[in-house]
């Protein structure tokens, strides 16, 4: 059988096997990969048109409790320039955000205990009655079962929370030894549970990954059946234990952009700051690959570069509006809209 043949086998059947898997991952044949994207874009087409959803991200703190080895923002990251969003910056953030178009709002931080549930659940309750035609996403890392209830309850629609790797031994050699591997899966069931749109994901490319470690991804992906996918490529970043590792690839991030549209038809997916950050159109190839979401920062212009999760972030000297018109811009060049929408997942 051809490759092409199996891609259109995987479209098919909505799964993939692991010689299917690594027969798309090693193929150097430029062809039957502008294939591959082709149709997983005519998937992404059939199920969303010819429209991007936009999300705006605020990033609202830079602290975190966690050490996870990859991130430059792990507690032991001594040079990190730590900031927190005061309430009225996140509302204004939100303000010029709805101005803007924006119908969704991405709050994103580490896991600082600063945000508690009582400061949360304000946050939330507040651009709730501000904005009622708007969808609140959280990505503030493991919490407890009562706190993304309450959370829930404040008015909160959607959680994002990369599961990393759905490879137990993979995901001990990506954290430390207080993390637990365990925690992560059922944070992500709770989260379902409690009724969010829930997004999972992983980084490509990240340390001691193996195309049977994406294979088992693309099996929980398959089981969990998420809202989201957040998948980008891993990027070092200094003074982290993996700053001298080498950097995912933006070839094999695309591919599986197009696989896991392949086997997920309706999944939010975005086109991630990380495939921008390693190429001057990977967004735009994120969108051509089957994705159909991107996300433009709104976080305040001061704090941009400090929220470094890895090294040569883009965006970080634009304003928001520049973002937006830069999104836009970008998106239209390849034939796509941007829509002032929530942008719900489409059951
Ligand atoms: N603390 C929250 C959590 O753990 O979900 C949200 C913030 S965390 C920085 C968001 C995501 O950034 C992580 O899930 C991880 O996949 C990604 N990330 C962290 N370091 C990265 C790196 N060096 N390269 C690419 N992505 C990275």
Redesign the pocket.
Known sequence: MSLSDTISQVRLARDITLPQLKEILESDDDKVMKNLYDQAREVADSVYGKKVFIRGLIEISSH?KND?L????RRSQKEAIRYRLSDEQILDCCDKGYRLGFRTFVL????DAWFDDARMVRIVGEIRRRYHDCAITL???ERSDESYQRLFDAGANRYL??H?TADRDHYAKLHPADMSFDNRMHCLQTLKRIGYQVGCG??VGSPFQTTETIFKDLQFIRSFQPHMVGI??????HETPFAEMPQGSVETTLRLLSVIRLLHPHVLLPATT?LGTLHPIGRERGILAGANVVMPNLSPLEHRKDYA??DNKICTGDEAAECRNCTEYRMRAIGYETVVDRGDYMA
């Open positions: 975190c996870c990859y991130c430059g923002l994103q931080g580490g896991e990505s503030l890392g929370l990369r990393e992983f980084m980008g490529p891993f990027i070092p970043a990380a999760i890895y």
